[in-house]
Structures are given as C-alpha cells and as structure tokens.
C-alpha cells in the first residue's frame, strides 16, 4: 500500500469553485510537498509544508497539515480552466534520506469552464 | 536557465534489447531522482543520488535496471533485456534542497 495516498482519486468542478484534495500517510514525516502535473507535461513543484508547520499559502493555492492525523489537505480557491491536472501529495519519510521522497498515486481534477 | 532535460523524448524498442535514457539536470543540483510512470498512474520510485553518497537503489524493480551518476552531474538509466511490462514514461529529477525539478521524461515502448 501507499505512504501517501489522495483522495479524491478524481475531482470535477465548476471554474471559479473551490477544490479541496487530501492526503493521507501511514508514517511520520519531514515534510511533505503538493506537485502539479499537466496532461502530457512534466511535474511542477506548488508547495512544501514542513513536520512543524500546520498551514501554508501560495496565491490560491492553502495546504494544511495535521501530523496527529497523518493527513494534509490542497486547497485550490477560485479555479480556473488552467487549474486541471493531476495533483500529487509526496512526503519524505522521517527516518530516510532527507531529500527522498515517496510519491502518492495522485488526484486528478477537471476544471470545466 | 536551463531546466532538466531527457533524452530521448520517445524510444520505441523490440523485447529483449537494451536501452539507455539520459538525464541532464540543472547545474549545482547536487540530487538526482528517477521514477517511473506508467498510463495514468503515480509515480514509481526507481533510484536516488545525492552527491558522492553511495546510491538509494531500492525502487529499481529488477536486476535488469541499473542508473549511474557521471561525475556527479549526468545520470544513465540502463534497462537490459527490455519487457513489455518495462513500458512507461521515465521521469528523472534534480534538487538541490527539497523542491525537485522535473524533466519532460521519456516515453518508453517495448513491443
């Protein structure tokens, strides 16, 4: 099974709602990073959370992390057409190399204009 | 600057033969990553460099994979005696602290 798994699996909103994606793992972390992946494109890095930090922002972009819960959530305020991709949770595990990380299976989220 | 590149960006190959997939990464990245990606799915860890540490190769899946790190820039992932199940997109990344930076990766077709 998964260190980190998203859910939902997949996601469709309406451009200009919210989108809210989770992230739950199994062990203690680091620190724990969002990725974007465009359709036929490579991954972009959006946002890191550290084992310490409980919430972070980057223009629309809010993640929270709830170490208690093993869980963090993505929050992506008034989407946008643009906004459809993949998402990916990757944390790095606290006993391994600190720059390691294991990457979640994914979430994938349609925008519909 | 220049961001990490791959090459090549598609490579078609028969079963059975052996291929090679090139990663340069950003200059001064002291880390390098490969995952493997297939349709759809998440990315599959293959094997990590930090600088001269000895390699993590836990993710390679199989003794027919094998990576090397040129003088601590260039990396090669090698794929012997290719399968089919070895079809997959080829991500390599690169860090210098936490933030990893991807190529484009390389589309893999073993027929």
């Known amino acids: 099974s998964q260190q980190g798994e998203e859910d939902p699996q997949a996601l469709s909103i309406q451009e200009g709602e919210n989108a809210t994606m989770n992230c739950s793992y199994k062990?203690?972390?680091?620190?724990l990073q969002w990725y974007r992946q465009n359709s036929g494109r490579g991954l972009v890095h959006l946002i890191l959370?550290?084992?310490?930090?409980r919430e972070k922002h980057s223009g629309r972009l809010r993640v929270t992390l709830d170490t208690s819960k093993k869980s963090s959530s993505l929050l992506i305020t008034a989407s946008r057409a643009a906004d459809t991709a993949s998402y990916f949770c990757?944390?790095?595990?606290?006993?391994?190399?600190?720059?390691?990380?294991?990457f979640g299976p994914g979430t994938s989220l349609s925008v519909i204009p | 600057g220049a961001g990490v590149s791959q090459s090549p960006s598609n490579k078609v190959t028969e079963k059975g033969k052996d291929v090679e997939l090139r990663c340069d990464p950003i200059s001064g990245h002291t880390a390098l990553y490969w995952y493997r990606q297939s349709l759809g799915q998440g990315l599959e860890f293959l094997i990590y460099f930090q600088g001269n540490s000895a390699p993590d190769k836990s993710g390679l899946p199989s003794d027919r994979f094998s990576a090397e790190r040129t003088g601590g820039s260039v990396s090669t992932l090698t794929i012997q005696r290719t399968q089919q199940e070895d079809s997959a997109v080829y991500l390599c990344?690169?860090?210098?602290?936490?933030?990893?930076?991807f190529g484009p990766g390389t589309r893999l077709t073993v027929t």
């Open positions: 062990t203690s972390i680091n620190n």
């Open positions: 990757a944390t790095n595990l606290e006993k391994t190399s600190y720059d390691k990380v294991i």
């Open positions: 990344a690169s860090s210098l602290y936490l933030e990893q930076y």
């Open positions: 959370i550290r084992s310490n930090e």
